[in-house]
């Protein structure tokens, strides 16, 4: 839902700002049990397809 409205925003500042909230989230489900994590990592494909960037500070 967010990344659809995303989409419709104009400000960059506002969208950075999304990415930089929605990244720790995702990285943190990634430590949960593997019927968790098998879903998460199935939407972070989907949003790094729309949002390259968006793990670029997370991941080592």
């Not at 990592?41 to 997370?58: D, F, G, K, S, W």
Request: proline share 7%.
């Amino acid at each position: 839902m967010i990344l659809q409205q995303m989409e419709l925003i104009t400000s960059t500042d506002i969208v950075r700002n999304l990415c930089k909230k929605m990244a720790p989230p995702l990285v943190t489900l990634l430590s949960a049990e593997p019927e968790i994590q098998y879903v998460a990592l199935r939407n972070i494909n989907l949003i790094v397809q729309r949002r390259p960037t968006i793990l670029a500070h997370e991941i080592k």
